[in-house]
């Protein structure tokens, strides 16, 4: 089966620019989740869809960014305005609804913010 | 709040030596206890999971893992490690419906042929 799909692989911004991630969970998966890893730093959650709702947004620095899963499959993560500190991967997995499920991991986008 | 701790940070080890990578947690409610593995250049993937059951939890490639309740731990072991298990190895933890789930900081190891 084809895997958790992210784009661009890659971004270098400004700071205060904005920028936006894409990501195409595996089909039928109905939770997905968005990660930030930080270099040494283990996978950090930042907001965790099920379908076009949202189950935990705890750890979203709301202030900037946000993030929206409108028909309940792919999804998008912005940030707006940028800091230095955002500099980081960022990761999207996606699995089948419950606990018990294995989270399936994209490539990442690597964000440098200069 | 949930969190969880990964003391290795970095370990090397010869091949055929033996692993343990210590994973504690700190949850009051029933935990879901998970380890991912990153090798160089790959995505995260799963290595095993406890659930219920047997604490002793065994996964792909000769990796187990034991549930210690009252210690809080979930360590990963392996008798004989091999230069293919240079990798990252995540410890990871969620609440028993599956939000808030929690990644340690990681243990990079690096196994010497």
């Known amino acids: 089966e084809a895997g958790v799909a992210q784009s661009p692989r890659y971004k270098i911004i400004e700071k205060r620019q904005s920028v936006a991630f894409w990501c195409n969970p595996i089909s039928g998966h109905a939770t997905l989740y968005w990660y930030q890893q930080i270099l040494g730093q283990g996978p950090k959650l930042l907001i965790q869809f099920q379908n076009n709702g949202v189950v935990d947004d705890s750890q979203l620095p709301k202030d900037r960014f946000s993030a929206e899963r409108l028909k309940g499959v792919d999804s998008t993560l912005k940030i707006q305005p940028a800091k230095l500190e955002d500099s980081a991967v960022y990761l999207c997995?996606?699995?089948?609804?419950?606990?018990?499920?294995?989270?399936?991991f994209g490539p990442g986008t690597r964000l440098t913010v200069l | 709040a949930q969190s969880v701790s990964q003391h290795n940070h970095h370990v090397i080890l010869s091949e055929a030596a033996s692993l343990e990578l210590g994973c504690n947690y700190s949850?009051?409610?029933?935990?879901?206890l998970f380890w991912y593995v990153q090798y160089p250049g790959q995505h995260l993937q799963l290595l095993l999971k406890?659930?219920?059951?047997?604490?002793l939890v065994k996964g792909i490639k000769g990796f187990e893992a034991e549930f210690i309740k009252s210690k809080f731990s979930f360590n990963l072991r392996k008798p004989s490690v091999q230069w293919s298990d240079t990798a990252e190895y995540f410890c990871a933890v969620t609440s028993n419906t599956g939000n808030q789930f929690y990644f340690g900081t990681g243990t990079s190891l690096t196994v010497i042929p």
């Open positions: 997995a996606s699995s089948l609804t419950g606990a018990a499920y294995e989270q399936f």
């Open positions: 949850y009051g409610g029933t935990v879901n």
């Open positions: 406890y659930f219920s059951g047997d604490p």
